[in-house]
């Protein structure tokens, strides 16, 4: 009996996989996925919607993109001698920094639990993955990491700053010294939260030619657009720049961004109030009896309570939707992922938690 199509040409790799699951959220309050919560000004919106309306759809983009790299140096600090490489969000960046390292043999090395991501690309493209646990506090286990490097050679190392699902900002010495012992391999530093942090590892591209700073506008309130942008050296960007798919930002994308990065500040201070909803909401859980809450960089909260499937399924009936992480990774037992939200969307979501966690 000969075998099915499937079978004998798909990869046994992706036949182990299964798809990347997004839950239906119609009619939920969605505290999944760490989105803005806010959408822009009115005013903002109708502008906008007339800067659309004249985009040429029937062109392809601008292949270098320049207006639109020129407006993420400005707002986001990039130095003007890095190159800027692009992506269809931080996803693609991922998946190229993968296909352009995936040589016989190579791995993929991220300390655990991390962005599932990582994880992925290595197995899409045909590597390893190498993932190193955390300590029980959630940050680097420094000798662990560094016997990992020695023992695999890995040809990418994922440090992200702050980390998901942990929220957890890694400890700025340990990260030096596992960039310092990695000369051979691309280190990239995911900073997707760091308009929640306001840290980063950007001036640091100078001292580390194996250096590469990746980020996304997705967390800062363009989640729809999916747009994602990483930087480092001249002769690592050019050989990435190789494998990034033509015309890979369209045209509405590229409009919609150089619109609303010529009006920063309102995202600035959507990022600002958030931050301070973060202090109250963790405050609030703190307050209950039972809750365990993780120090968070980024715009949501780690949270540990007892029987956490449980408050799972009860908060899903009060028709809010978080993140149950427990079956991640052992260290993640017991714990949920919260998106930091509007006060409103934050009140609603400890009256329906306090209730999920009593009854």
């Not at 100078?206 to 747009?227: D, F, H």
């Amino acid at each position: 009996m000969s075998s099915s199509p499937v079978t004998a040409v798909i990869r046994p790799e992706v036949l182990a996989l299964s798809a990347y699951h997004v839950p239906d959220a119609d009619g939920f309050l969605k505290l999944d996925a760490m989105e803005n919560p806010y959408s822009l000004p009115a005013e903002l919106q109708q502008a906008l919607s007339k800067h659309l309306a004249a985009v040429p759809m029937n062109r392809y983009p601008a292949p270098a993109y320049t207006a639109l790299k020129k407006h993420i140096r400005t707002q986001f600090n990039v130095p003007e001698d890095w190159p800027v490489v692009l992506g269809n969000g931080s996803d693609e960046l991922i998946s190229m920094l993968a296909v352009a390292c995936a040589k016989p043999g190579a791995k993929i090395l991220a300390p655990v639990p991390g962005f599932v991501m990582y994880a992925m690309s290595a197995k899409l493209a045909g590597m390893e993955f190498v993932g190193v646990p955390l300590t029980p506090d959630f940050q680097l286990d420094r000798d662990a990491m560094l016997s990992a490097i020695r023992q695999h050679r890995p040809a990418i190392i994922y440090l992200a700053y702050p980390n998901n699902p942990t929220g957890a900002l890694f400890d700025d010495a340990v990260m030096h010294d596992i960039i310092s012992a990695s000369p051979e391999s691309i280190v990239v530093v995911d900073e997707a939260y760091q308009p929640f942090a306001q840290r980063s590892w950007m001036d640091q591209i100078p001292r580390y030619p194996q250096l590469v700073v990746m980020r996304t506008v997705s967390k800062l309130g363009l989640a729809g657009i999916r747009l994602g942008y990483m930087t480092g050296s001249p002769e690592l960007m050019t050989e990435f720049e190789k494998v990034r798919p033509p015309y890979n930002i369209n045209v509405l994308t590229e409009a919609a961004a150089c619109f609303v990065l010529r009006h920063a500040q309102v995202l600035e201070e959507q990022a600002a109030e958030l931050r301070a909803q973060r202090t109250i909401l963790s405050s609030a859980l703190e307050n209950m009896a039972g809750v365990q809450v993780y120090p968070s960089a980024a715009n949501f909260l780690l949270i540990r309570v007892a029987q956490a499937e449980q408050v799972f399924g009860k908060l899903l009936q009060h028709r809010i939707l978080v993140k149950n992480v427990g079956k991640m990774h052992p260290l993640l037992e017991n714990c949920l992922r919260v998106t930091v939200s509007t006060r409103e969307e934050n009140t609603r979501f400890l009256a329906a938690f306090a209730a999920s966690i009593s009854s």
